[in-house]
Each structure stands twice: as structure tokens, then as C-alpha cells.
């Protein structure tokens, strides 16, 4: 089974949309298997989104991703990565198909509700980044 790595930003644990958005990764088969709140801080923020630096919405993104609470999950399935970059849609809400996560709890860029690895090696990473080992089930 592959993992990949879920990000629920600020923008929808704020709309109190965790429920809604776990039980649509649930009906796709993604199985959460490591899941946790945290507030970032601007250093977690920066070291996450370090490509981005520089880009014109770098300073919007870090500003909005430590604007309040997200979750961060791990979540495995069979092609999780592809299955869950399916489940999110394109980057920005305006352009993602009906159905898709960042289309139903998306608002705008840069809050697009969700995140997800675009690889199994960012996959990977990103869960180093946030998880332990043992935090894993
Ligand atoms: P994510 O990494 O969050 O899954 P992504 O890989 O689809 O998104 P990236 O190009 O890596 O998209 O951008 C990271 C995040 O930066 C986006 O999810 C969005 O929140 C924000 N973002 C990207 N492009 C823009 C933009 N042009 N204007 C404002 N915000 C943007």
C-alpha cells in the first residue's frame, strides 16, 4: 500500500469542515492511519513551502497556512497519491471539477482548503516533515 501526505488548512477547519472532508477520503478508500491539529508556526510554515520562496504568493500563502489550525493526515491506499490528488482537484477551486474537494470547500487562492502530495518522494517527505515514525498506524 502507498501513503501520501493530506493537509485540511486553515481555511476549512475554520468552516468546520473536518468531518465532511474525512468521510469523502473515507468513501474513496483513503484510510487515515496518522492524523493530528496543529497551529504552524512561520518557520514550519516557511520550511514546508521552501520551492515556493520568493514566487509572488509566497507571502500570502505563509501568512494564510499560520492564519489558524490545520490537520495534517497521513493516508494510504492502493495509488494513494494519485487517488487523492484526484479527490482534491486542481489547485485552484475555480478551476477543480464538481465533486472535488477543493471545488465543494475551496474558496480561493491561496485558500484552496486542502493539500496533497503531487509524488510518492514529496509523499515521503511531507509526512517526515510533520510525523513520527510511531505516529503512524
Ligand atoms: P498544495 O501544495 O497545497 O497541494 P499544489 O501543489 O496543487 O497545492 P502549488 O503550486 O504547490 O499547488 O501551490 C501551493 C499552494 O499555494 C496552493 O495550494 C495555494 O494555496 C497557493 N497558491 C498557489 N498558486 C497561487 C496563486 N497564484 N495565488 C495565490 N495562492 C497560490
Keep these: 500500500l502507498e501513503r501520501t501526505f493530506s493537509i485540511l488548512k486553515p481555511d476549512v477547519v475554520a468552516k468546520d469542515a473536518i468531518g465532511a472532508i474525512y468521510a469523502r477520503m473515507e468513501a474513496a478508500g483513503l484510510r487515515i492511519v496518522a492524523a493530528k491539529m496543529l ?3 512561520q518557520e ?3 520550511g ?3 520551492e515556493h520562496e520568493g514566487k509572488p504568493f509566497y507571502l500570502p500563502l505563509i ?3 499560520t492564519s489558524g489550525p490545520i490537520m495534517v493526515q497521513v493516508l494510504e491506499a492502493e495509488n494513494a497519491v494519485q487517488r487523492y490528488r484526484e479527490l482534491l482537484g486542481a489547485t485552484n477551486p475555480a478551476e477543480a471539477a ?3 474537494l477543493r471545488h465543494d470547500f475551496g474558496t480561493g487562492m ?3 482548503g486542502t493539500h496533497g502530495s ?3 518522494e514529496s509523499a515521503a517527505r511531507e509526512i517526515a516533515y510533520f ?3 510511531n505516529e503512524i498506524c
Aim: hydrophobic share 40%; glycine share 4%.
Design 48 to 50: 514546508f513551502y521552501a
Design 39 to 41: 497551529h504552524l508556526s
Design 63 to 65: 501568512e494564510f497556512m
Design 131 to 133: 510525523f513520527e515514525d
Design 118 to 120: 503531487d509524488s510518492p
Design 44 to 46: 514550519q510554515a516557511a
Design 98 to 100: 464538481a465533486g472535488t
Design 110 to 112: 491561496p485558500p484552496n
